[in-house]
């Protein structure tokens, strides 16, 4: 699976961003896919991940401002970001697999598959 992320841009607090995961190749709609965040000098972050079947999961720090949803069909997930603030501030990126297990799901080593990040900036 090759992955692309876009709808990375710069933003004022309490603003919002939509970003984008488009998949090519593999076998998409079996997989898991999750959005982890990272910024200089610190681990990649998990953000909110959906499995094949639609179940969501969602880091406490982002629960009731940000969305993850699929289209199977056009090979995309999307992350709704609202209420955006400074600490959201980071580079964004997206991972595919179909092995992971729900237990998981947070880990960055889980997914073989990874875009190439988007920058999300968010000024006070």
């Known amino acids: 699976v090759q992955l692309q992320a876009s709808g990375g841009g710069s933003v004022q607090a309490g603003g919002s961003l939509r970003l984008s995961c488009a998949a090519s190749?593999?076998?998409?709609?079996?997989?898991?896919v999750a959005w982890f965040r990272q910024v200089p000098g610190k681990e990649r972050e998990f953000v909110t991940a959906?499995?094949?079947?639609?179940?969501?999961f969602y880091a406490d720090s982002v629960k009731g401002r940000f969305t993850i949803s699929r289209d199977n069909a056009k090979k995309n997930v999307y992350l709704q970001m609202n209420s955006l603030q400074p600490e959201d501030t980071a580079v964004y990126y997206c991972?595919?697999?179909?092995?992971?297990?729900?237990?998981?799901?947070?880990?960055?080593?889980?997914?073989?598959?990874w875009g190439q990040g988007t920058l999300v900036t968010v000024s006070s």
């Open positions: 959906i499995k094949w079947s639609g179940h969501t």
């Open positions: 991972a595919a697999d179909e092995r992971v297990i729900q237990s998981a799901l947070r880990l960055a080593r889980s997914y073989d598959y």
């Open positions: 190749g593999g076998t998409f709609s079996r997989s898991a």
